[in-house]
Each structure stands twice: as structure tokens, then as C-alpha cells.
Nanobody
């Protein structure tokens, strides 16, 4: 079984910063892409940032220039640094990791979510 443990959420003032972490543990045959999504109340879950196995990244337009996604292959961890936070960044943030299966396929795994609230 693979587990994802997220940390780093909380209450932040507008203009502040935070760093989210998501660590994978268990029997892992390999990791392809790693991503962060978020879901605000009453809205659909949306992609925030993605990082491929080679380090290529892409970001939602709403966070470009304010977010940085990175990964540590040894620690099987993905990070999301968010700066200049805005109230509209308030949401539950979820990590998603593409796990390689023994059969050569890919299986997506979700973290449990961590609340980020941006408010004064």
C-alpha cells in the first residue's frame, strides 16, 4: 500500500507565503508525474501545478509567477511553494502522484488534502 501524507497548510494573511509538502511511502515501483490540485467550496477541483519525472513544470494561469512546484526523488516528496497569496487561493489542496505499477501501467494516488485559508 502507498500512503501520501500532506503537510504545510494553514491560515495565512494576504500577501503571505506557505510551502506544502506531500511525502509518499510504502511499496513504490516508481513515480512519474507529481501534481498539486485544489478545490474551493462550491467549485470543481482544479490543477494548480504539475512536475514531470524530468523536472518539466506547468502551472495554472491563476498561480503563474506566484507558485513553484518541486520534487525530491530520494524522499519521494513533492513541494508547492506559494507566494503573494490571495484570498482566492483559499481551498483544500491535494497532491496527486502518478505511480508506476508492476505491470507497466500508471496509477494515480491522491493525498488526503490540506486546508489553506488566506484571510486577514
Amino acid at each position: 500500500q502507498v500512503q501520501l501524507v500532506e503537510s504545510g497548510g494553514g491560515l495565512v494573511q494576504p500577501g503571505g507565503s506557505l510551502r506544502l509538502s506531500c511525502a509518499a511511502s510504502g511499496t513504490i515501483f516508481g513515480i512519474r508525474g507529481m501534481a498539486w490540485y485544489r478545490q474551493a467550496p462550491g467549485k470543481q477541483r482544479e490543477l494548480v501545478a504539475f512536475i514531470g519525472s524530468g523536472g518539466s513544470t506547468n502551472y495554472a494561469d491563476s498561480v503563474k509567477g506566484r507558485a513553484t512546484i518541486s520534487r525530491d526523488g530520494v524522499k519521494r516528496t513533492v513541494f508547492l511553494q506559494m507566494d503573494m497569496l490571495k484570498p482566492e487561493d483559499t481551498a483544500v489542496y491535494y497532491c496527486n502522484i502518478e505511480l508506476r505499477t508492476p505491470g507497466g501501467g500508471i496509477e494515480g494516488k491522491w493525498g488526503q488534502g490540506t486546508q489553506v485559508t488566506v484571510s486577514s
